[in-house]
């Protein structure tokens, strides 16, 4: 990677892994794209940063070009319950914007990362320990898109040459940017309430567990898999990664070993409810470990005593 173009670089993950990739390879030589979401100061000030729509082919060439770019992080998505809202809208980014990129990649020759989800996976998916390799049934418009993604993704390593790799993120957790409209946000919210009004009211009920991730090991893992030797990499694409498991009761309990006053309750959102309990418990990452040697740092303990003391900090000054 010489010259790297983030896609969706102002959201929650984008924000944070062009700051690190801006660190890693120079402030100049990694060009942040946004489309809508106002990117925070740090962002803007560190490098250049860029406007496009992911679904103009043009708007992409435009900057792949100027900045003669030979890697893409494309971050740009409409996340699951957004997606349930307006399934039009998360198409039309989720799989032609992505058509363009692969197009873009292929036409200039550029290594391509590509984030799915754990939300490929549906109803008839082993829930517990979730293999790598089986059945992909979402029923979600979310989780079509991201499926569809991995299998283009294929198609293109296959068919054109192009090196994409990618990642299946369980939720993400991170103090820098608020969530926009996945399912697990609950994991991110729960601490801001925590800290500014000591009560939370949780959408998903007691018990629902799904697979997590610090930030920082999201980060880790996407940089780790783009400078992995492509001889050791059998799949490619849709690595199953997680570092933790949990479910409401067990992030409120953390939490509170820490704010003894924080209480919360539930009001069930039935729309996010129901995409969660579609969604693994815990996913078999086993073979990103074998061919990449993904490991992470942190588990719910260290997460949650990290992300308190930055949150405070950010909110409280």
Same mark, same amino acid.
């Given at each position: ?198 009560? /939370?009211?949780?959408?998903? #009920? ?5 697979? !997590?991730? &610090?930030?920082? *090991?999201?980060?880790?893992? +996407? =940089? ?27 992030? /409120?309990?953390?939490?509170? #070993? ?5 209480? !919360?309750? &539930?009001?069930? *959102?039935?729309?996010?409810? +129901? =995409? ?42």
């Amino acid at each position: 990677m010489k010259r790297i173009l983030v896609i969706g670089a102002a959201g929650q993950m984008g924000s944070e892994l062009t700051m690190a990739l801006r660190k890693r390879y120079g402030n100049d030589d990694v060009i942040a794209a946004g489309h809508k979401t106002k990117p925070n100061k740090k962002l803007l000030e560190s490098g250049p940063f860029v406007y496009l729509d992911c679904r103009k082919y043009q708007d992409i060439e435009k900057f792949v070009k100027k900045y003669r770019v030979d890697t893409i992080f494309h971050l740009a998505a409409i996340l699951s319950a957004a997606a349930e809202a307006n399934p039009q809208l998360a198409w039309d980014v989720n799989i032609n914007g992505f058509y363009n990129v692969l197009e873009m990649s292929r036409d200039y020759d550029c290594a391509l990362f590509a984030p799915s989800s754990i939300g490929v996976f549906g109803l008839t998916t082993p829930l517990d320990n979730t293999p790598q390799d089986t059945i992909q049934r979402p029923n979600t418009m979310y989780g079509v898109t991201k499926v569809a993604g991995e299998l283009l993704c294929d198609y293109y390593y296959h068919r054109f040459g192009v090196d994409t790799r990618g990642l299946r993120y369980p939720g993400l957790i991170s103090y820098e940017t608020l969530p926009g409209g996945g399912t697990t946000d609950y994991a991110v919210e729960i601490f801001y309430a925590a800290i500014k009004e000591k009560k /939370y009211t949780c959408f998903l #009920k007691e018990g629902t567990y799904l697979d !997590m991730m &610090y930030m920082p *090991d999201a980060i880790n893992s +996407a =940089i780790k898999l783009m400078e992995a030797d492509p001889e050791k990499l059998k799949h490619r694409n849709a690595f199953n990664v997680t570092a933790m498991s949990f479910a409401p009761e067990h992030l /409120y309990a953390e939490i509170k #070993k820490i704010i003894p006053e924080f209480t !919360m309750d &539930y009001k069930v *959102d039935p729309v996010r409810q +129901a =995409i969660a309990e579609s969604w693994p418990n815990y996913m078999d990452d086993s073979i990103a470990r074998e061919e990449w040697g993904w490991k992470p740092e942190y588990d719910l303990s260290a997460m949650t005593k990290d992300m308190l003391e930055k949150l405070s900090r950010k909110l409280l000054g």
